[in-house]
């Protein structure tokens, strides 16, 4: 494993998380990992200025902050306090010095069967956000969840329904979030990530594999790469064909993971990177 072989490899903070910030940081310098993709939380609990300091001074670029979204709330007070709590998420980004600030969109409020009107929600949200996000040099990526997290957690579950959603505002406001994990199944997939580069909209790539059987925590069931059943030489190629060169971010929430020491899992991630993205 050469420093070639990581050129484009990010590792994002979830991964890890058992290491604290400046442990990652470290790990990451010593091991010749040059992205990071943040976590809000963290951050927020190290203090974002300090966290911007601390990842700027290691020299690593920071792809992406996450996450904003969850704005499909009906109740206007609860739309006011979404709203206001993506306008911090995009101002700790630019902070940060991300150009990436990821959204998942949200689920159905309690009760509500309605998918086309909280979609709808969404779209009112990013006419508010996208304006300041661009402001300070910041994109919003929507990105589409699996199915199984319609209800609770993003309405938004295919690259067609995030694109629909992403070409009613300019692309250096709004694009998507192209991730192995959550598209991998969709046969229209290739096609839309092909309709996303045409229009300069892929704005972060993050991989995770497919495992099963799927825990009972499904929200923790990405799988190592490597150990699923997802080809991510070919999700790799389809956004390479689209134009997109940037770092490509592994995002894994698995507990099994998460039980270990954190610096051997970022070693086996970015080996795994290197076998099944790279090579």
């Known amino acids: 494993m050469t420093h070639d072989d990581l050129s484009r490899f990010?590792?994002?903070?979830?991964?890890?998380?058992?290491?604290?910030?400046?442990?990652?940081?470290?790990?990451?310098a010593e091991?010749?990992?040059?992205?990071?993709?943040?976590?809000?939380?963290?951050?927020?609990?190290?203090?974002?200025?300090a966290a911007a300091r601390l990842v700027r001074d290691a020299g690593l670029t920071v792809t992406t902050l996450c996450r904003g979204g969850?704005?499909?709330?009906?109740?206007?007070?609860e739309r006011a306090e979404a709203l206001g709590d993506n306008h911090a998420a995009v101002d700790e980004a630019a902070a940060l010095?991300?150009?990436?600030?990821?959204?998942?969109?949200?689920?159905?409020?309690?009760?509500?069967?309605?998918?086309?009107?909280?979609?709808e929600r969404v779209a009112d949200a990013l006419a508010v956000l996208g304006p300041y996000a661009a402001e300070r040099g910041v994109r919003l990526a929507i990105e589409p969840l699996h199915p199984m997290f319609a209800a609770d957690r993003?309405?938004?579950s295919t690259l067609t329904q995030a694109l629909d959603l992403a070409e009613r505002f300019p692309a250096d406001q709004v694009g998507v979030a192209v991730d192995t994990y959550h598209i991998w199944w969709d046969d229209r997939a290739p096609a839309e990530i092909a309709r996303a580069g045409a229009s300069g909209r892929i704005h972060t790539f993050q991989l995770a594999d497919w495992t099963t059987p799927l825990p009972a925590g499904v929200l923790n069931g990405r799988g190592q790469i490597g150990d699923g059943a997802i080809d991510m030489r070919e999700w790799k190629a389809?956004?390479?064909?689209?134009?997109?060169?940037?770092?490509?971010?592994?995002?894994?929430?698995?507990?099994?993971?998460?039980?270990?020491?954190?610096?051997?899992?970022?070693?086996?991630?970015?080996?795994?990177?290197?076998?099944?993205?790279?090579?």
């Open 154 to 156: 993003c309405v938004v």
């Open 70 to 77: 969850f704005l499909t709330a009906a109740d206007p007070v």
């Open 238 to 279: 389809y956004v390479e064909a689209a134009g997109y060169t940037g770092l490509i971010e592994v995002e894994l929430f698995n507990d099994g993971l998460w039980a270990r020491d954190g610096r051997e899992v970022l070693e086996e991630t970015a080996a795994r990177f290197v076998e099944h993205v790279v090579r």
């Open 31 to 49: 091991l010749g990992v040059g992205g990071i993709g943040l976590w809000r939380e963290p951050v927020r609990a190290y203090g974002p200025e």
């Open 97 to 119: 010095g991300t150009d990436t600030l990821v959204l998942v969109s949200g689920g159905l409020p309690a009760g509500d069967k309605d998918l086309h009107g909280a979609r």
């Open 10 to 28: 990010s590792v994002n903070q979830m991964t890890v998380k058992q290491l604290p910030l400046p442990e990652l940081v470290d790990a990451c």
